[in-house]
């Protein structure tokens, strides 16, 4: 169903939904949403499956048009919403032919939009995620894009999730299977050091800046990874590896955040100050 127009994509929107789960053993990663809560919450108010496709704006929300009556919901840590030039207070709302909507991102870095039915689009491997880096399936919402959504079928049979505190700049993780290579004085370093969020970070990677640990190049096999976990490359540099990430890494793997830690990670935008703690073997 034609449901709406982008007028103005924002600086990066794309189409996801929870990802290709399961598919990493065959080299293909999950993409999906960054922030889970807040997806997942945007789909509950708009009375979709947790998992329907939607629209996940960062840093600047897209300005759309709708062809006819629906029904939206947008989420994030604190979003400002604003249709037909009106700024609104609840999350989910009525819009009929005509409407616009704007989004104003006032804190963290991104936002949803769910759309009663859920987005339409090709599907791959089960998932309608957009993959940046494979540029699999999916898409990321250009000027003039038209979203369409599958037929309404309002559904009630979720409770909200609990959004974790976004204000929380300590990210927990467990240790990773190269932890012991780091000696005493990095593992001190790692958790006591101020790291800052580079503006080299994407949906691949989050690209920590601040003082490298002194672990050194390390020759070893690939491994697994998945998001949230931290490498350490010869820089000495930690990178907290994101949703669009490879399915293996030479790297050492000296930790993996938290569910909660990484969703909270993902809405701190570049120049955020972190800091790591490693939860006790």
């Known amino acids: 169903m034609k449901t709406a127009i982008c007028i103005k994509p924002g600086i990066f929107t794309t189409v996801q939904d929870l990802g290709r789960i399961g598919m990493r053993r065959y080299g293909i990663g999950y993409a999906g949403v960054a922030d889970v809560a807040s997806a997942v919450n945007a789909n509950i108010l708009c009375g979709n499956p947790p998992g329907a496709a939607l629209l996940e704006c960062t840093y ?5 048009k709708f062809y006819g009556s629906t029904f939206i919901s947008v989420t994030g840590r604190n979003v400002e919403i604003i ?66 959504t599958l037929e309404s079928r309002v559904i009630d049979t979720h409770t909200l999730l609990h959004s974790p505190d976004y204000s929380n700049d300590i990210l927990e993780a467990y240790p990773g299977p190269e932890y012991h290579l780091l000696d005493a004085s990095d593992k001190a370093a790692l958790v006591t050091h101020e790291w800052n969020i580079s503006s080299r970070s994407s949906r691949m990677s989050y690209m920590l800046d601040g003082n490298p640990l002194g672990i050194g190049y390390q020759n070893m096999l690939s491994g697994p990874v998945l998001p949230g976990t931290i490498q350490i490359p010869p820089s ?46």
């Open 236 to 281: 000495g540099l930690p990178i907290i590896l994101g949703n669009d990430s490879q399915t293996t890494g030479g790297y050492p793997r000296i930790g993996i955040l938290t569910p909660q830690s990484y969703q909270i990670l993902s809405q701190k935008p570049p120049g955020s100050t972190l800091r790591l703690s490693i939860l006790e073997e």
């Open 83 to 148: 249709i037909n030039e009106k700024t609104v207070d609840e999350k989910a709302h009525d819009v009929t032919e005509g409407d616009v909507l704007k989004l104003r991102i006032k804190e963290g870095c991104r936002a949803y939009i769910a759309f009663r039915g859920g987005i339409n689009g090709p599907s791959i491997q089960g998932s309608r995620a957009t993959d940046t880096v494979s540029r699999c399936c999916g898409y990321t919402i250009k000027e003039g894009a038209i979203i369409h």
């Open 60 to 64: 600047q929300g897209p300005v759309i």
